[in-house]
């Protein structure tokens, strides 16, 4: 429920620690946090904030985003990590597959992937900051194509969502040549 303009807005705050990085929703309503410099992606009730809770990922060097799939496994970009860029994980945190290679521009590897979406059909949708471009992964984390390509991104991609009712792909381009009022969003029909 929403609150009128006039109502001071309810804030709480729960512990984290760990260095959070990005946050996505379980599809019982909870909070997914990942914890990038110490592998672990921690759970907490949207209602309350209490740990449900911790999972070590175990051959993942980091872990930046985290996305609950139907199946109860765990999808989680790990930039920088030369085995295991976007992997899908066990609820026991080791990796059940995995896709990329060493960072380059070819539809294989993964130059820094950053943030992800899924749609409704289990289809990911990857930005990978580096090489300037979004890719499209299957289910089974098989490429399927680049979505957004180096022409359409002028600047550096940095997150993505997806709006699966209107079939529309967002992407936040930034600037980082120093100027803070440079960057946009770019709209893809997927």
Same mark, same amino acid.
């Given at each position: $429920?929403?609150?009128?303009?006039? &109502?001071?807005?309810?804030?709480? !705050?729960? @512990?984290?620690?760990?260095?959070?990085?990005?946050?996505?929703?379980?599809?019982?309503?909870?909070?997914?946090?990942?914890?990038?410099?110490?592998? #672990?992606? #921690?759970?907490?009730?949207?209602?309350?904030?209490? /740990?449900?809770?911790?999972?070590?990922?175990? =051959?993942?060097?980091?872990?930046?985003?985290?996305? !609950? /799939?139907?199946?109860?496994?765990?999808?989680?970009?790990?930039?920088?990590?030369?085995?295991?860029?976007?992997?899908?994980?066990?609820?026991?945190?080791?990796?059940?597959?995995?896709?990329?290679?060493?960072? *380059?521009?070819?539809?294989? !590897? $993964?130059? /820094? @992937?950053? !943030?992800?979406?899924?749609?409704?059909?289990?289809?990911?949708?990857?930005?990978?900051?580096?090489?300037?471009?979004?890719?499209?992964?299957? @289910?089974?984390?098989?490429?399927?194509? &680049?979505?957004?390509?180096? &022409?359409?991104?002028?600047?550096? @991609?940095?997150?993505?969502?997806? =709006?699966? &009712?209107? *079939?529309? /792909?967002?992407?936040? =381009?930034?600037?980082?040549?120093?100027?803070?009022?440079? *960057?946009?969003?770019?709209?893809?029909?997927?």
């Amino acid at each position: $429920m929403y609150r009128s303009a006039g &109502d001071a807005p309810a804030v709480t !705050q729960w @512990p984290v620690n760990d260095r959070p990085a990005l946050l996505s929703l379980t599809y019982t309503h909870g909070v997914l946090v990942s914890c990038w410099t110490v592998r #672990k992606i #921690k759970e907490f009730n949207g209602t309350n904030g209490q /740990l449900l809770h911790v999972l070590t990922l175990q =051959d993942v060097v980091t872990a930046w985003h985290t996305i !609950q /799939l139907s199946s109860g496994q765990f999808l989680v970009c790990a930039p920088g990590d030369p085995l295991h860029p976007v992997c899908v994980t066990s609820s026991d945190g080791s990796v059940v597959k995995s896709f990329g290679e060493a960072s *380059g521009p070819s539809s294989q !590897q $993964m130059n /820094l @992937p950053f !943030q992800m979406a899924v749609d409704r059909n289990g289809f990911v949708f990857v930005v990978h900051q580096h090489s300037h471009r979004v890719s499209l992964l299957s @289910p089974r984390l098989t490429s399927v194509r &680049d979505v957004v390509s180096r &022409d359409d991104l002028s600047w550096l @991609p940095t997150r993505v969502h997806l =709006d699966s &009712d209107r *079939g529309r /792909l967002y992407v936040a =381009d930034e600037n980082r040549d120093g100027n803070l009022s440079a *960057g946009r969003v770019v709209v893809v029909s997927v």
